[in-house]
């Protein structure tokens, strides 16, 4: 890869939204597993959550942050988004205590526990902000000139940071 493109996974799960994710995919094998013991009203609920899960993996949960130029590439599995360079004021490394100073009381608006959290989360002091997070710790704030913030866990953040402000 050339140091004009560097791709970056988001980052591994943290071990509570692990166990969560564990638990939660357990859900639709149980409703699955009832339909095929004989209790078939539980199988339009089993491949309700299924579908809903292959939803949030696909739509939702991003793949990757690649950085262009000019650009963060963040990638889906069926979908790309652009961020601008030029519109990004400042991007650091925030933690959980440091996050919670900067945003106050806060609420998740989309997928949340199945991999991490995606979506918006309302924040009481900044409003909207766009999140992709797959930890509870070491999140890269990204500040948008006339956008909203994003708020993302790539892997090896302090890489994505130096890279991204460099």
């Keep these: 890869m050339n140091a004009d493109n560097m791709s970056f996974r988001l980052a591994p799960m943290s071990p509570g939204i692990r166990v969560l994710t564990l638990v939660m995919l357990a859900l639709p094998l149980v409703f699955l597993a009832g339909a095929a013991l004989g209790t078939w009203p539980a199988l339009a609920p089993g491949l309700f ?12 949960r991003p793949s990757r942050f690649i ?4 650009s963060i590439e963040v990638v889906w599995p069926l979908k790309r988004r652009e961020i601008r360079r030029e519109g990004i004021t400042e991007v650091r490394l925030i933690g959980c205590r440091e996050m919670r100073n900067e945003v106050g009381f806060c609420m998740r608006v989309g997928a949340g526990g199945l991999w991490g959290g995606f979506g918006w989360l309302w924040t009481q002091k900044r409003g909207i902000v766009q999140m992709h997070i797959s930890r509870t710790d070491q999140f890269v704030w990204i500040e948008r000139r006339n956008d ?17 402000s460099g």
């Design 49 to 60: 959550i299924f579908v809903m899960y292959v939803w949030v993996w696909t739509r939702f």
């Design 67 to 70: 950085l262009h130029p000019g």
């Design 148 to 164: 909203r913030p994003w708020l993302i866990t790539p892997e090896n953040p302090e890489a994505f940071i130096r890279a991204l």
